[in-house]
């Protein structure tokens, strides 16, 4: 699985950068070989509620207008967890101590990395649902949807166990190159998509629109 390097570059704010390409390939080939993203995810049917979908029997529920949105005409959602592990963290902070600059890249890099295992998750629930539609993917944090979702996405997941996740009490994810997601599964296309900065909760400190750019890209 390989690191996107073009994608390592924009998290560096560095998309045009020839010399710079170089050392992220050059860091990413290095990430690639000494570890590999894991996931895992679970499939539950779709109830649709008046503020809410509801999954796993009411289990778990997804408030706001994203999920409805997104989600409106799908009978089934995967809930999904990608991680590093705490192997990439030690290495981060290996090469801080050692390194500054080759740190910073191996940051973007591993932020790339973890996408790609979410990419790689995502097209196995493609392959599974072979006759279905998906929709695209969306995290807690993102839109209208909650980051407090995430202590139930693990317990959900029970990726503590086979992951050794665990969230603070800030809602944040450790390890730190770890990300959880909501993917739709619909029997029809799905035209409802959710890139742009008006969904994301970050636009107003966000810094590629600080310099006028955007993190959406085909």
């Not at 924009?10 to 690639?32: F, H, I, P």
């Not at 109830?47 to 409106?72: R, V």
């Not at 009978?75 to 101590?97: H, K, N, P, Y």
């Not at 279905?132 to 993102?142: A, E, K, M, Q, V």
Request: proline share 5%; aromatic share 6%; charged share 20%.
């Amino acid at each position: 699985m390989p690191v996107d390097v073009s994608e390592a570059l924009r998290y560096l704010g560095a998309e045009n950068s020839t010399d710079l390409r170089k050392d992220v390939l050059s860091v990413a080939s290095v990430l690639e070989e000494a570890l590999v993203p894991r996931y895992v995810y679970r499939v539950f049917p779709v109830t649709q509620k008046e503020s809410s979908i509801d999954l796993l029997n009411g289990q778990l529920q997804l408030p706001g207008h994203l999920a409805q949105k997104i989600l409106k005409n799908c009978e089934f959602a995967a809930i999904m967890v990608c991680t590093l592990g705490v192997s990439f963290d030690s290495m981060l902070r290996s090469w801080q101590a050692r390194d500054m600059s080759r740190a910073v890249i191996l940051d973007a890099c591993g932020s790339a990395y973890v996408e790609s295992g979410c990419d790689m998750a995502q097209s196995e629930i493609a392959a599974r649902y072979a006759s279905s539609f998906l929709t695209d993917r969306f995290s807690p944090g993102y839109g209208d949807l909650p980051l407090t979702l995430q202590p139930d996405f693990l317990r959900i997941l029970d990726a503590g166990r086979q992951l050794g996740i665990e969230c603070t009490s800030s809602c944040l994810l450790n390890p730190s190159k770890t990300v959880t997601a909501v993917i739709g599964i619909s029997s029809v296309p799905q035209p409802a998509r959710i890139r742009g900065c008006e969904c994301c909760m970050l636009q107003n400190q966000c810094h590629y629109r600080k310099r006028g750019a955007t993190c959406v890209h085909d």
